[in-house]
């Protein structure tokens, strides 16, 4: 079973693979793959949107002969990466309590 996604756990993805070291589009789509299946052609407007949000910024490097495009975080995008972590973490907390619920002991309670 795969779970949606939605834009800004995209944008999270995106901003924490980043935040990890510059990289290129390719990479960054490998990298998101191992935990959500996701497409380069997914995820390409996603890279183009934060970067006209200032959230990233691009520069190009020489790679077999060829330019490749590489993502940076900015200080804005870190600020926003942050944010979006402190919301995952509220997020995951009431997710996990409604389906993982324990009683006060700490024991899972018996399905009725």
């Known amino acids: 079973m795969t779970f949606p996604i939605s834009a ?3 944008d999270m ?3 924490a693979v ?3 070291e510059d990289t290129y589009g390719y990479r960054i789509t490998q990298d998101i793959r ?5 497409s380069e052609s997914t995820l390409y407007p ?16 020489e790679f077999q002969g ?13 600020a926003a990466l ?11 907390k009431k997710i996990e309590d409604i389906i993982f619920p324990q009683t006060v ?3 899972l309670p018996q399905d009725q």
């Open 18 to 20: 980043v935040a990890r």
């Open 66 to 78: 060829r330019n490749r495009r590489y993502y940076r975080v900015t200080p804005k995008g870190r």
């Open 105 to 107: 002991n700490g024991s």
């Open 8 to 10: 800004a756990l995209l």
């Open 46 to 61: 996603v890279l183009r949107r934060l970067q006209k949000e200032d959230n990233l910024e691009t520069y190009d490097r």
């Open 13 to 15: 993805l995106v901003l």
């Open 34 to 38: 191992s935990a959500v299946d996701v």
């Open 82 to 92: 942050e944010l979006y972590r402190e919301e995952w973490k509220l997020h995951k």
